[in-house]
């Protein structure tokens, strides 16, 4: 089984999306955020689940979609997963906002 390992932007792109959402729906957020880590979670049994990046064409950095976000990982060997950012997809990607 893979290790899975959240990087500190990975963590800090939750907490803005809840922080977005809070005042919205509690709810909500709580069920949003519980989501993407389930969809994650995925990853150890099934760490070729996501597909590569189209913009930046590297197949160790792979995506799983989840509503509008992208949660973009990196194979970094057959024992280790690092999610590198949830991004929104309704703003552009750039390796930029993935290796701060």
């Known amino acids: 089984m893979v290790k899975v390992k959240w990087t500190r932007q990975a963590i800090e792109d939750i907490y803005e999306i809840r922080e977005y959402y809070r005042p919205r729906s509690e ?3 709580k069920q949003l955020t ?5 969809k994650a979670d995925n990853l150890e049994q099934y760490p070729q ?13 792979r995506e799983l979609i ?8 990196h194979l970094v060997s057959e024992d280790q997963i690092d999610i590198l ?4 997809s309704l703003f552009p990607l750039s390796e930029d ?4």
Request: aromatic share 16%; charged share 30%; hydrophobic share 35%.
């Open 49 to 61: 689940l996501g597909r590569m990046v189209p913009e930046l064409e590297r197949p160790e950095i």
């Open 27 to 29: 709810k909500y957020t």
């Open 34 to 38: 519980d989501k993407i880590f389930e």
């Open 66 to 73: 989840y509503k509008n976000y992208r949660i973009i990982y």
């Open 97 to 100: 906002s993935i290796f701060d």
């Open 85 to 88: 950012a949830v991004h929104n």
